[in-house]
């Protein structure tokens, strides 16, 4: 009979090292996967892929939706920033950025930028050597994910945005 309140502490235990473990490592787990599937396709880091426009079948990004154009690539400014650039179509667009552990860290959308470009730098530290009057994100983790997206307003207008979004660029200083 003493033995029960050992295997029920002992359960409880286990218990919550899975929950600890699933919690802090699946982020940083799917984010590994996800950053070395579009290093893959782009040929390293600090490059952007511009993926066919998503349809039923796809799932390189978690729920695509087929309205939107993507264009992606994996940052890594352990080494030196990122400088993030892209024309801004007339139609619904955005930049996002994600951390290591799937955190959103910064967006921008088409109503704050103004001018029809946009240049952000990212890295590592609010110190870093970069040009002026070009804002920059500091990145809570070293690499991560950097994701675009352009809405299709119409078929006719398919071929006009995905030019402009094929512009879009994610290189080190």
Not at 44 to 72: F, M, Q
Request: net charge neutral; aromatic share 8%.
């Amino acid at each position: 009979m003493k033995t029960w309140p050992m295997w029920i502490a002992g359960t409880i235990a286990l218990a919550a090292v899975f929950h600890i473990l699933t919690v802090f490592g699946l982020p940083y787990g799917i984010m590994n996967r996800a950053m070395a599937g579009i290093s893959a396709q782009a040929g390293g880091v600090n490059k952007a892929i511009y993926p066919d426009r998503p349809s039923a079948e796809a799932r390189g990004i978690v729920r695509p939706s087929p309205d939107l154009l993507y264009t992606a690539c994996v940052y890594d400014v352990s080494k030196q920033p990122v400088k993030l650039t892209s024309p801004v179509p007339d139609t619904y667009w955005s930049l996002s950025t994600f951390a290591a552990n799937t955190d959103n860290f910064f967006v921008v959308n088409d109503r704050q930028v103004k001018g029809g470009n946009i240049e952000i730098i990212l890295a590592a530290s609010d110190n870093a050597a970069t040009p002026k009057g070009i804002p920059v994100v500091v990145a809570p983790s070293a690499r991560g994910i950097v994701l675009f997206r352009s809405l299709v307003t119409s078929e006719e207008s398919v071929v006009e945005i995905d030019a402009l979004r094929r512009q879009a660029n994610c290189e080190p200083l």
